[in-house]
């Protein structure tokens, strides 16, 4: 699997066709969830595009910190149906973890581990318990 990352505004016409045609695909048709997916957020976030035999297999995006919400937030995290069960959600959402290390760590005056990023992020999703932060 090759992965790449783009902005909103690097990406072209076919790979943006391809990743709504993907999301709509997962997200609509096979969980059965009819909704609106062309949120307008995209532009905001940075996309990760995973491609297999040269075609668009894998997808998330992801929004910094200060954009939606006071931490990160990675979402719309899918793959193909051919390709799972082969962990390559796993290697997405890791993608995903090192880029917003990297981000954060670009606005901070000194980098950040990659324990402290997915302290981080789960502190954001209320994965931990309150009284280990206070």
């Not at 149906?81 to 290390?101: P, V, Y």
Request: aromatic letters at 12%; hydrophobic letters at 40%; charged letters at 30%.
């Amino acid at each position: 699997m090759e992965t790449k990352w783009k902005s909103f505004s690097a990406l072209t016409k076919d790979e943006l066709y391809a990743l709504l045609n993907l999301r709509q695909q997962v997200f609509v048709v096979e969980q059965d969830c009819p909704f609106i997916d062309a949120d307008f957020k995209d532009q905001d976030c940075d996309h990760l595009l995973a491609y297999q035999n040269n075609e668009l297999a894998g997808y998330l995006r992801v929004a910094k910190p200060g954009k939606r919400y006071e931490g990160p937030e990675i979402a719309r995290v899918l793959t193909a149906e051919k390709i799972r069960r082969q962990g390559a959600g796993k290697i997405l959402t890791k993608e995903a973890i090192e880029f917003l290390r990297f981000q954060i760590s670009k606005s901070r005056d000194r980098p950040i581990s990659s324990v402290q990023a997915y302290t981080i992020f789960m502190k954001v999703l209320d994965l931990f318990p309150r009284e280990r932060f206070i």
